[in-house]
């Protein structure tokens, strides 16, 4: 999960930063700096060796129908290889099915990515378009990673990650054709978030989330998306929540859509793998039944 909540009241030097001279906000709550410490300090292999596949690092999972061909016989010594790069196929889909929400996007406009981890996102979107991706993140490690990784691809000028809060980012009003949240927004307050997305976006621009979410037919939220929260020290919303937000600060759905079952495959494959987490088995669970959903919401700014 990629996420971004820092406050831009104090500053203090990066001691994770690649430039020393680098300035970054000080946490603003404690919630916040707990945060930021734990994602300073993820260095899960599922992360890491997914995104070694081809160089797109992600922090949010698959969707799509494994290509069990590609996988080939369980009992081969390339097995483990070839479902590590199957996994990864299906983050990277996820995060093409996003972009493909966006809409129309032009060359000369801006997209903000509000947590945008180690960039995979970003990257992707600035190959697509070939536009300018500005992305916002918590952690100064992921930052550095993601500018890092934009340097070796030489796309610094169109591609970069900074640490501030997406709840008050340093863009301008109506700056962005385009913003999304990709697996981050369970880190903050839905109300907060879509006021800046709204403030941040051009009428008529585009925001996109993908996100999982507790399903308010269920009641409450399940023993396993508590489970889930307490492994990411998130708070996850639930699908109401989203929409009504959404209405409250101009952003207006023009698509719902429940990706529930596209993305039970990643995680039945991804509970067979050797990067294993221990946090499979609640989010199948759940899928299964019903409790959690997973969804994309596109809405336009009005």
């Not at 990629?2 to 430039?19: E, F, K, Y």
């Not at 603003?28 to 930021?36: E, H, L, V």
């Not at 709840?167 to 981050?184: D, K, R, V």
Request: charged share 20%; hydrophobic share 35%; glycine share 8%.
């Amino acid at each position: 999960m990629d996420l971004s909540v820092t406050s831009t009241d104090l500053t203090t030097t990066a001691a994770t930063s690649a430039d020393p001279s680098v300035i970054i906000p000080s946490p603003a709550t404690p919630y916040q700096g707990d945060i930021a410490r734990y994602w300073n300090n993820e260095a899960r292999p599922v992360n890491l060796r997914l995104g070694d596949v081809d160089g797109l690092y992600h922090h949010h999972y698959g969707i799509g129908d494994v290509d069990h061909a590609a996988l080939g016989d369980a009992g081969d010594s390339e097995y483990e290889k070839k479902l590590v790069a199957e996994l990864h196929r299906l983050e990277s889909a996820q995060a093409e099915v996003l972009l493909n929400h966006l809409g129309p996007i032009r060359r000369e406009d801006t997209l903000v990515d509000a947590g945008c981890g180690r960039g995979g996102s970003m990257v992707m979107a600035h190959q697509r378009f070939g536009c300018k991706v500005e992305g916002v993140t918590l952690s100064a490690k992921q930052a550095d990673f993601a500018n890092r990784r934009a340097g070796e691809l030489g796309i610094e000028d169109h591609v970069h990650a900074r640490v501030c809060n997406m709840l008050s980012t340093p863009f301008e009003t109506g700056q962005a054709a385009g913003s999304w949240n990709n697996e981050s927004s369970m880190y903050v307050d839905l109300h907060d978030l879509f006021a800046e997305h709204a403030r941040v976006l051009a009428v008529g621009g585009r925001y996109v989330t993908i996100t999982g979410c507790w399903n308010p037919r269920y009641g409450q939220p399940s023993k396993w998306v508590s489970q889930i929260n307490a492994h990411f020290e998130c708070n996850i919303h639930s699908r109401r929540e989203y929409l009504r937000a959404m209405a409250d600060n101009r952003l207006v759905p023009q698509a719902v859509i429940d990706l529930t079952p596209e993305t039970l495959p990643y995680w039945e494959l991804r509970a067979t793998s050797s990067l294993v987490t221990g946090i499979e088995e609640a989010f199948i669970e759940s899928y299964n039944d019903g409790s959690f959903q997973y969804v994309l919401i596109a809405a336009d700014r009005v």
